[in-house]
């Protein structure tokens, strides 16, 4: 079945630096989003992206969707303390691009020392 | 709005027996999503309903059922509980617009002794 690869796993990271993690795939997909998860809470939608080779921006947030429809990755600039979570990535196969269901990358942990 | 919200918010059942999740997606979203969420596995998709109709299935077993109501309220049911299936249950809701914006509840931490 379909499965994503997101990576790294982990990061520990001084505030300020900016942060980096992508998720590759062998299958093709029509939509690609990020997530953050805080402790006890359920994953917010940080990006959605819906076309190959689509850059966007949310904040200090910038995220592409890989022009092979295979991959995308994250990056966070400056990063703060309330970064700190955990960070997946989700891409939707079947259907149009809002149906179809998600799957969802490991997850990147990142912490943040300030 | 009043978000997702998922109850009970924690559970603790025994092998064998049966439980039920309930969630109440946010007021208008007419589509829930309900995942599993394991240390080992990550998040999985368990299944979809928009309309009290089931639109996309994850690969559970049988032993994993769900249903929505007319008031797009959903419950998802697990049947003969095993110890594998202690996980944070989450539930998502969208309007079911061009937008793939997902609204995910807190979650029900299920714990199988």
């Known amino acids: 079945g379909q499965q994503l690869n997101q990576s790294p796993q982990s990061m520990f990271i001084q505030e300020g630096e900016d942060v980096s993690m992508n998720c590759t795939s062998s299958s093709i997909f029509n939509t690609w989003l990020w997530y953050k998860q805080d402790p006890g809470e359920g994953p917010v939608l940080l990006i959605a992206?819906?076309?190959?080779?689509e850059l966007t921006s949310n904040g200090r947030l910038t995220a592409q969707f890989g022009i092979t429809r295979k991959d995308s990755f994250l990056n966070i600039s400056a990063s703060i303390p309330s970064d700190v979570g955990i960070y997946f990535c989700?891409?939707?196969?079947?259907?149009?691009?809002?149906?179809?269901?998600?799957?969802f990358g490991q997850g990147t942990t990142l912490q943040v020392k300030p | 709005k009043a978000g997702v919200t998922q109850t009970p918010r924690y559970l603790i059942k025994t092998r064998g027996q049966q439980v039920t999740l309930s969630c109440s997606p946010i007021?208008?979203?007419?589509?829930v999503s309900w995942y599993q969420q394991t240390p080992g596995q990550g998040l999985q998709f368990l299944f979809e309903?928009?309309?009290?109709?089931?639109?996309n299935k994850g690969n559970f077993p049988g032993r994993f059922s769900g249903r929505q109501f007319s008031n797009s309220r959903s419950e998802m049911n697990v049947s003969t509980l095993e110890l594998g299936d202690s996980a944070l249950y989450l539930c998502?809701?969208?309007?079911?617009?061009?937008?793939?914006?997902?609204?995910f509840g807190p979650g029900t931490r299920l714990t199988v002794l």
């Open positions: 989700a891409g939707r196969v079947g259907g149009s691009s809002n149906t179809g269901k998600l799957i």
């Open positions: 007021s208008g979203h007419r589509s």
């Open positions: 992206l819906y076309k190959a080779g």
């Open positions: 309903y928009f309309s009290e109709t089931q639109r």
């Open positions: 998502a809701s969208s309007p079911f617009t061009s937008t793939d914006t997902q609204y």
